[in-house]
């Protein structure tokens, strides 16, 4: 099962002054699904965008030179391919496609696209940790060599010159352009690629009225040579160009695309998820057996360099232990998606190495605010009943095995905006627990409605969901509140979780992909009709809402501020209950280190990885 994020539809706030909110959703958490589309109504008009402020432009950013590998560097290499087990592999590549929020597929993405601009990144304990709090002239350039901002609003990327794809073509601004004209085409199984740029006030809800050239590029995203593109918002906001480092705007081979297009499918929808998702990265899709295995090559061509592994082997191999054991026995290099119980043992094996490291997964108890008693007036006080109830340190120590960490708020705290909420620090505290639910007319709970007391939860990740479930549901009988527990599959989990009809739901690591606490709230938290992507619990407040939209067209400290109304607004009506911060762990042959994090997705990105040798001082990974 995965637990990645969702992407849906935004659409314009009540107030008609404010500008379209961009449609949150990842970051589709572990769902195989996509949001659905909204209802075919008019969009709100879209304001027009205020009137960019002349400003002198800003000197080019280039990074300096990045050195050239040498022949020597190689002979460090002692072996050049790995081999990978997951509990699942993509089962199809589409940006936009029905898949699209599937981990395995973000890996293959990753491997081969390549963003304009990446986060910076420390390597850390064998980890390289991007870092998401830089301004926007301090990322790292990718397939952007320079970048400037020439107003609030308008950015000017000059593309780098001589970039092959896998198939031999140069990467130009026509791939660019044609990328975004796709993502406003929104033509897919999900709109994902519209959804981050309209995160960043590139797009707006235009796309889902009647009128077709709603649907068409304009001055958005515009061509000024073959080596530089203009991006020009339609108001200014603190998403970009963090969004073009995600997944869904790393731009495609567009020669390929093309002349794998249909008349039927103009934007080549189903040879990207059946066949290739082909663009400017380091690996090739070499060999895709659907549900067992997937073999990438290095691209002969990559602009940075040949990597240390030129060929990654990914199998799927359902059951942890299984991939726990092969791993120990020597059989292949990495295994991922390993429960908590069976990272420890292989980490018994003196030749493993578990890499472990705090990004963004989570663990969360949801409640639906259509189900009573969670609906009731008084729902509040017993949500906060619960919050005060839950054994939070058991659940760290005993469950994750101390591997985790209390979450205090309903951000991460790694994402740009995020505040800090103590207010339950001192929980769990049973004798509060039980005054909040008398005051809300139930003490001991007597005559509370059962309706919404049926607890969900991912029966693929049982060995770590089911003890923690149990424990949560003892927690709460000693106050009076008695739920049931449903384990289901994961397709059901994330089939109700777009359809917002589970009562109770443990959110397992959900991860927004935008490091921000506006995309953040937008996936989860904002009002499905008004564009939120994964309200699974259909939470509704206005001031939510207008604190979100207000967010979008504000900067700097005003939009923080915003924020931070935000965050106390749903820490006090708790949509859900934030209960702890869970690692990205991953198993390793010793001696293999330099493993780049990805981006806020936590994906595997083969090329940074390296085997022996020195730390990696460089964007190579090799000295």
Same mark, same amino acid.
């Given at each position: ?457 991912? *029966? #693929? @990740?049982?060995?770590? $969901? ?5 424990? +949560?549901?003892?927690? %709460?009988?000693? !106050?009076? =509140? ?74 700097? *400290? #005003? @939009?923080?501020?915003? $924020? ?5 607004? +749903?820490?006090?009506? %708790?949509?859900? !209950?934030? =209960? ?44």
């Amino acid at each position: 099962m995965f637990l990645g994020v969702a992407f849906g539809v935004a659409a314009c706030g009540d107030d008609d002054s404010a500008a379209p909110a961009p449609p949150p959703a990842e970051e589709p958490a572990p769902a195989d699904t996509d949001p659905p589309l909204p209802a075919a109504e008019e969009p709100a008009a879209e304001p027009d965008p205020p009137p960019a402020v002349e400003e002198p432009a800003a000197e080019p950013i280039a990074p300096p030179a990045e050195p050239e590998p040498t022949e020597d560097a190689f002979e460090l290499v002692s072996q050049r391919q790995l081999v990978v087990l997951q509990d699942d592999i993509a089962p199809a590549l589409d940006i936009d496609g029905p898949s699209s929020t599937h981990d395995g597929v973000h890996d293959i993405l990753e491997s081969t696209m390549e963003p304009l601009v990446e986060y910076p990144a420390t390597l850390e304990g064998g980890i390289l940790l991007p870092n998401y709090k830089v301004e926007w002239d301090e990322f790292e350039s990718r397939l952007a060599e320079s970048w400037e901002r020439t107003s609030d609003t308008t950015w000017i990327f000059n593309l780098r010159q001589g970039v092959l794809s896998c198939a031999g073509n140069e990467f130009t601004a026509d791939d660019v352009i044609w990328s975004f004209q796709r993502a406003k085409s929104i033509s897919g199984a999900s709109p994902i690629a519209w959804f981050l740029a309209s995160n960043a006030n590139l797009m707006g809800v235009e796309v889902f009225g009647e009128d077709p050239a709603g649907r068409e590029l304009g001055g958005e995203v515009t061509k000024i040579d073959e080596y530089t593109v203009q991006f020009t918002q339609f108001a200014p906001n603190d998403n970009f160009p963090d969004m073009l480092e995600i997944f869904g705007l790393q731009p495609y081979d567009s020669a390929v695309m093309q002349a794998n297009a249909t008349e039927d499918d103009p934007w080549a929808h189903i040879y990207s998820d059946t066949e290739n998702a082909p663009g400017f990265g380091p690996y090739c899709l070499t060999s895709w057996s659907k549900g067992s295995e997937i073999i990438l090559e290095s691209n002969p061509d990559y602009y940075r360099g040949e990597p240390q592994f030129t060929t990654v082997i990914i199998r799927k191999v359902p059951q942890g232990s299984n991939r726990a054991a092969s791993l120990r026995s020597g059989d292949v290099d990495h295994v991922i998606n390993l429960s908590p119980r069976d990272l420890a043992d292989v980490e018994q094996d003196p030749d493993v190495t578990v890499l472990s490291w705090f990004n963004n997964e989570n663990l969360g108890l949801g409640v639906n605010f259509q189900f009573e008693p969670w609906s009731l007036e008084t729902g509040n006080l017993i949500r906060q009943a619960v919050a005060w109830a839950i054994p939070y340190g058991e659940i760290i120590e005993q469950d994750y095995l101390g591997r985790a960490e209390r979450w205090f708020g309903l951000v991460q705290p790694s994402y740009n905006a995020y505040k800090e909420d103590r207010r339950f620090e001192s929980a769990p505290d049973l004798d509060k627990a039980r005054a909040l639910l008398a005051e809300a007319g139930f003490p001991n709970g007597e005559g509370l409605p059962t309706e919404g007391l049926v607890l969900h939860y991912v *029966a #693929e @990740r049982s060995d770590v $969901l089911e003890p923690i479930a149990n424990r +949560i549901a003892t927690a %709460l009988a000693e !106050i009076g =509140i008695s739920i049931s527990l449903a384990p289901i599959s994961g397709g059901e989990y994330n089939d109700r979780e777009f359809n917002g009809d589970m009562p109770m739901f443990l959110r397992d690591r959900i991860r927004p992909f935008g490091p921000d606490a506006a995309y953040a709230a937008s996936l989860l938290f904002v009002d499905n009709a008004k564009g939120g992507a994964l309200n699974a619990g259909r939470y509704v407040n206005e001031d939510v809402d207008n604190a979100f939209f207000a967010s979008q067209n504000t900067i700097g *400290a #005003e @939009r923080e501020a915003t $924020l931070a109304t935000l965050q106390d607004i +749903i820490m006090e009506d %708790l949509p859900m !209950i934030p =209960i702890a911060l869970v690692p990205s762990e991953i198993a390793v042959r010793k001696g293999i280190t330099c493993w780049h994090s990805g981006s806020a997705n936590t994906d595997n990105w083969w090329y940074q990885t390296v085997e022996g040798g020195p730390p990696c001082e460089n964007d190579r990974g090799i000295e």
